[in-house]
């Protein structure tokens, strides 16, 4: 049983940080491609950053500058680091990844529970 458990989310005033994190665990051969998402009230999820095992980064238009995935291999866990926050970047922020668990040839992509982040005027 794979399993990705986020957290770091809360309350904040605009133009503050937050450090979210997401540790996989569980029966694991490999991990490649970690990443977030977030999805907004009546909106759609939408992309935020991915990296992948060898560290390439990418990220949405609207994040650049202001977000910064990383990751640490060994501990199977992913962060995103988040300044100079934004009212619209208020949303409950999911973690993402590719993992081959134990025993298997398949990647199989999962899904953590989600981690509210708030962002007040």
């Known amino acids: 049983q794979v399993q990705l458990v986020e957290s770091g989310g809360g309350l904040v005033q605009a133009g503050g940080s937050l450090r979210l994190s997401c540790a996989a665990s569980g029966s694991i051969n490999s991990i490649n491609a970690m990443g977030w998402y977030r999805q907004a009230p009546g909106a759609q999820r939408e992309l935020v950053a991915t990296i992948t095992s060898g560290g390439r980064t990418n990220y949405a238009d609207s994040v650049k500058g202001r977000f910064t995935i990383s990751r640490d291999n060994a501990k199977n866990t992913v962060y995103l680091q988040m300044n100079s926050l934004k009212p619209e970047d208020t949303a409950v922020y999911y973690c993402?990844?590719?993992?081959?668990?134990?025993?298997?040839?398949?990647?199989?992509?999962?899904w953590g529970q989600g981690t509210q982040v708030t962002v007040s005027s």
């Open positions: 993402n990844a590719d993992i081959r668990p134990r025993f298997t040839y398949t990647i199989l992509n999962y």
